[in-house]
Nanobody, 125 residues
Framework: QVHLVESGGGLVQAGGSLKLSCAAS????????MGWFRQALGKEREFVIA???????YYADSVKGRFDISRDSAKNTVYLQMDSLEPEDTAVYYC???????????????????WGQGTHVTVSS
């Protein structure tokens, strides 16, 4: 059984930083590609950043230069470092992981098979 748990969300002022975590059980991030998505109120789930099983990152244009992704294989945890936050970054952030091992980056949310419960990020202006 796959279980993902996001943490690290909160309230931050514009220009500030937050670091989100996604801890996994039942899937090893070093074998399965994963992604971070966000969903603002009334909007569809949006791709933010992904990391392949081999550690290759892929960024949405809206977060390039501000967000980064890293992985601690020993803890089976992936991190989303968010800097220079903007009010438009306000959303619930989710991590997802695919079912098939050793596949490339996935962008559409529909291609992810397992999701965490999400963590709220609010950026005040």
């Amino acid at each position: 059984q796959v279980h993902l748990v996001e943490s690290g969300g909160g309230l931050v002022q514009a220009g500030g930083s937050l670091k989100l975590s996604c801890a996994a059980s039942g899937r090893t991030f070093s074998q399965y590609s994963m992604g971070w998505f966000r969903q603002a109120l009334g909007k569809e789930r949006e791709f933010v950043i992904a990391m392949t099983w081999s550690g290759y990152p892929y960024y949405a244009d809206s977060v390039k230069g501000r967000f980064d992704i890293s992985r601690d294989s020993a803890k089976n945890t992936v991190y989303l470092q968010m800097d220079s936050l903007e009010p438009e970054d306000t959303a619930v952030y989710y991590c997802g992981v695919v079912r098939t091992p050793f596949t490339g980056v996935r962008i559409p949310a529909t291609e992810y098979d397992y999701w965490g419960q999400g963590t709220h990020v609010t950026v005040s202006s």
